[in-house]
Structure formats: structure tokens, C-alpha cells
């Protein structure tokens, strides 16, 4: 296997250069990767921290499920209607490219400070995507599925689980990788600015209090946890598309 | 044509309703004031000028890091792409890359260069400059080979067929390369003023919205979508015409 042990020597050169950057600016502006590992042990022997990592959790596992189910509906219906598809296409293309960050004190006054406003912001980033790419890989379905279903005369929700989903799955995989990675990121982003738990709250009450060594284990850990599920996703993906 | 027009009679529709909802009281005017009042609240604050400074700091370091990321991104391609053993090494991170939510590291980057521009373009820069990376890589891959080729019966030199040929075959792929590059600026110098700064756009909303000033911060939230929507357009203008040029 020479392709992964290149990417092991490149994964090695960037723990060397922490370590260098480390041994450059001092210990109080930069933990060294051993200082953030066992720091992360320790933070992950206490109860209070698993608190925060599972408020985080639900709060993405809640938004997530609806980003998905709501953007796989949305996509398949602007998919198969072709006119409505192609009115609301530019208006999502146009909503996605926005920083979605300006208008979290709007979900924040419309929900109230606490994890439904998380959800909602996490849905905010991970809906508009999903049913995009979900919409597109019904128009670039083959033809013959489309007419074949209207031959068999398919009642809607049969067209929907038995033609659709299954032509479309490679696809929707794949959307569920960048959905995954954005809901993700709206969470984090909305605990940050505002909350009272979470991982993202800690890491913005770590700078507060200047505890470097927390927030790097934190960052470590939510590195790891996303780069994880994402080459597990990748690998699903390859098996779908080599069936 | 109709599309176009049914599109306009949607978003004006939305608009006109989220305005009525507000006038009836529906929406109360603590949640979200009427789209009506934030024109002219915009109209307000840029006419008194009152946040002009946060304006300029905000464009001006977005322009930064845009560019900042462009070049880095281009030059960093242009060398992985030289390299093929390096390539099949960075590879697969870069295919995780984007999974990682980037803007943990913002509190790093603030121990590091303190609270201020410095640590907000070195976030913007990384989360745009890999999206220009990856352009690049995919530019240089999809020029024809037949291209190269006739340079070679020119007997063009080395640094003639970069300019002359590899850099005009590849530019539509760069392109979007530099349309990433400008969303992800827009994107993590807002967003990271917003979560800590002393100024900025990002900063003034989320200031406004402690204090309750609600004029203030749809005003600015206004402001922010109209520039971004005009840029997108714009780019989206000179890509299409960019991908009509590549399929002549």
C-alpha cells in the first residue's frame, strides 16, 4: 500500500510541523499535539464533558434527520416537476451562497435561545444542499425509468420508493456526505455564538478563560469525529457505485 | 420567459407576505420588522454613515483573503499537480477536507494572532483556499492532450505553452475555482466576526441584536444579502460565458 503510507509520512509532517510551531510561539499560545491528546483524555474521563458532547450530538442528529428526510422530499418533488423545479432552482442556488451566518439572530428571536434554534440552524446549512443535488440527480435520471413508471401506471408514492429512490441512490449518498459536513458546521457555528452547552459553547468559554490546551482538544476531537465519518461515507459510496 | 417571470412573482409573493405578516402583527415587530422598514433603515445607516468603518474593514478584508486564497490556492495546485507522488499522498485528505468544520480552529488562530483581522483572514483563507486548490488540480487534468501537442510541434518553450495554451484551456476550471474562493471568504470573515471580533459587519449585527436594536441589524443583514446576491450574479454571468467558450 504506497498511496496510504504517503498519506501517513504527509499526516506525520503535519504533527512535526505543530510540534515546530509549538516549540516556536510557546506553550501558552499553541498546546503541543501530546499536551492535546492527553488533554482530550482527561476532558473525556469527565461526566460533564460527555454532557456537552451529547447535547451537541442530539442537536446535529436531530438536524441532520430533518435535512435529509425534508431535502430528499423537497428534491424529489422540484425533480419530478419540471416547471417548479426549474422556477425554484436559482432562488436555492441563490439561498445556498449566502452566509447563513447573518441571519442566525433572526432564528435565534424566532426560536428562543436554546437547542431548537441549533436545530434550526443546522437545517438552515444542511437543507437547501440536499434538496439540490437530490433535485439534479432526478433530472439527469435515465428517461426510460420515468416512462417506464408511467407505463406501469405507478401511483406517485410508489414512483417515489420503488423507481426514484433506488435509480438515485449513489447520489443521495453523496449528499449525505455534504449535508453531513455543513449540518455540522450550522451547529457548531450556532453554539458558538450563542448557548449555554455544547461543544461549541466550551470552545468559545475556553478562549474567554485562554485555556489553549481545551481548545485544541476539542477541535482535535471534532476533526477526527468528521474526517471518520466522512471516509466511511466515502467508502459506502464506492461499494454503491461498483455494485 | 415565463419561468423568469413566475420566478419574480414567487419571490415577490414571499416578500409581500412576510411584509403583510409583520404590518398585521402577526410577526412581532421584536421578531422581525417589516422587509418595508429595512430598505429604509438601510437607506438610514448608509446615508449617516454610521457604519461605514465596519463596512470597509469587512469588504476590505474579504477582498483580501479572496485574493489571498486565488494565489496561494493556484500556486499550491500548480505544485501538487507537478508532483504525482505528493498528489496521491494529499489526495485523499483533500477529499475529507471540507468535512472538518473549519471554524473550530478560529479560536486557535485567536491565541495565535490575537482578535482581529489577522486571525479572520487566516480562517477565511483556510477555508477558501482549498476549493482554488482543487480547481486548479482539476483544470490542469482536463486540459486535451492534443493542445500540448501542437505546442510541441511549435516548439513553443516551456514557459510559452503555460501562458499560451495550458493557462487559457484551463481557465474555465479556475474559474470556479475563484467563485468558491470569493462564497468562502463572504462566508468565514462574516461568520468569524460574528462569532468574536471587535469590528466588522458580522461584529455590528451581532452587537445589534444584543442590544436589541433591530433596525440596525436587518438593516445591515439587507445589506449583506443585496452584495452578495449582486456578486454571485455577476460571476455566475462571467462563468456561463466562460463554459460557452469551452464548448465551441
Partial sequence: MPRSAGTLIVLLAIIGLWQGLHLLVGASSLASPVQTVSKLASLLATGEFWLNISETMRAFVAAFAISLFGGIALGIVLGVRKLAGNVAEPILTTLYSIPKVVLYPLVLLCFGLGISAKIAFGVMHGLIPITLFSMNAIRQMKPVYRRTSQVMRLTPSQNAFTVIMPAILPEIISCVRLGFSLTLLGVLIGEMFASQRGLGFLLTSAINIGQIDTIMAIALLLTVFAVTCNILMMRFDRRLTHR | ?248
Fill in chain 2, 1 to 248: 420567459m415565463s419561468e423568469k417571470l413566475l420566478r419574480v412573482i414567487v419571490v415577490v409573493a414571499m416578500i409581500l407576505l412576510v411584509e403583510l405578516l409583520c404590518r398585521v402583527g402577526v410577526i412581532p415587530r421584536m421578531v422581525m420588522i417589516a422587509p418595508s422598514d429595512m430598505v429604509v433603515e438601510l437607506g438610514k445607516i448608509l446615508a449617516s454613515g454610521q457604519f461605514s468603518a465596519d463596512i470597509r474593514i469587512t469588504f476590505t478584508n474579504i477582498a483580501i483573503s479572496t485574493v489571498l486564497s486565488i494565489l496561494v490556492g493556484f500556486v499550491a495546485g500548480v505544485i501538487i499537480y507537478s508532483l504525482p507522488s505528493l498528489r496521491d499522498a494529499i489526495e485523499p485528505l483533500l477529499a475529507s477536507y471540507y468535512a472538518v468544520p473549519t471554524f473550530v480552529f478560529y479560536p486557535i488562530f485567536i491565541t495565535l494572532f490575537g482578535v482581529g483581522s489577522a486571525s479572520i483572514i487566516a480562517i477565511a483563507v483556510l477555508l477558501a483556499v482549498v476549493s482554488m486548490v482543487t480547481a486548479t488540480l482539476n483544470g490542469l487534468d482536463r486540459i486535451p492532450r492534443v493542445l500540448r501537442k501542437t505546442g510541441q510541434i511549435y516548439r513553443m518553450s516551456r514557459i510559452k505553452t503555460a501562458l499560451l495554451i495550458e493557462l487559457p484551456a484551463a481557465t474555465p476550471y479556475l474559474f470556479t475555482g475563484v467563485k468558491l474562493s470569493v462564497a468562502y471568504s463572504f462566508i468565514g470573515v462574516i461568520a468569524s466576526e460574528f462569532i468574536l471580533s471587535g469590528a466588522g459587519i458580522g461584529y455590528a449585527i451581532a452587537y445589534a441584536y444584543n442590544l436589541f436594536e433591530n433596525g440596525h441589524m436587518y438593516a445591515l443583514m439587507l445589506l449583506v444579502l443585496i452584495v452578495v446576491t449582486v456578486v454571485n450574479t455577476l460571476l455566475n454571468i462571467v462563468d456561463r460565458r466562460l463554459q460557452m467558450r469551452r464548448q465551441r
